[in-house]
């Protein structure tokens, strides 16, 4: 039976690299595996059509916009190639409807489909596509790393700190800033509240 997963975690924790995996293993299985990409993530330059994993890996996605009605996205590339599996990378970008998409793409085209991404942004608020994908996924699996905070405490990460130009904690602005590990760093529930003034 097809399901909507939800691959959730911090920065750091593999989740591209994962996605990339999974691209591989129905690949070298002869198997197509459709990658979707949000447009908005600029991390590898404009419009490039790939995900890169921080180690190095890459594999072809296929770029959407917010204004994308991903049904309709995935109507047309399916008629060229049916896919056994689609992975989208940096899913926190998606809109609540694009994620109500890929929902249906699962129950109408019996596609399962992978969703990887943040949960929260720099300051502990819910991202609108992961707060959509933790409603209605099937399957919630989050992935794991350690604090990146000042004194290597070495808990969970659970949260992202945006960093300014001298490498202190960003308090305010817009949602969405794409950068990579000079911006943003993963730190634990407890260092994100102290770094950003909370306690």
């Known amino acids: 039976m097809a399901k909507l997963e939800f691959r959730f975690g911090s920065m750091n924790t593999g989740k591209s690299t994962g996605l990339i995996q999974v691209w591989h293993n129905y690949t070298e299985l002869k198997r197509s595996c459709l990658i979707l990409k949000p ?4 991390r590898d330059g404009e419009n490039v059509s790939k995900v890169t994993s921080r180690i190095g890996l890459e594999a072809p996605a296929v770029l959407f916009n917010v204004d994308s009605v991903l049904m309709d996205v995935v109507s047309r590339l399916i008629r060229e190639v049916r896919p056994f599996c689609i992975l989208i990378d940096e899913a926190q970008f998606m809109t609540e409807q694009q994620v109500r998409d890929i929902a249906g793409i699962v129950d109408i085209f019996k596609i399962p489909v992978i969703a990887f991404g943040l949960r929260t942004d720099f300051q502990g608020k819910l991202f609108p596509g992961s707060a959509a ?4 996924a099937d399957t919630l699996t989050e992935t794991k790393t350690i604090c990146g905070g000042p004194d290597n ?6 949260h ?4 300014d130009k001298h ?9 969405v800033e794409v950068g990579g590990n000079d911006r943003y760093v993963a730190v634990c529930r407890y260092h994100h509240g102290k770094l950003l003034g909370y306690y």
């Not at 405490?153 to 659970?158: F, Y």
């Not at 490498?167 to 949602?175: E, F, H």
């Open 39 to 42: 447009s908005v993530d600029t």
């Open 133 to 136: 994908l933790l409603s209605i």
């Open 153 to 158: 405490c070495c808990r969970k990460a659970t």
């Open 160 to 163: 992202v700190v945006r960093l």
């Open 167 to 175: 490498g202190d904690a960003v308090k305010d602005g817009p949602q």
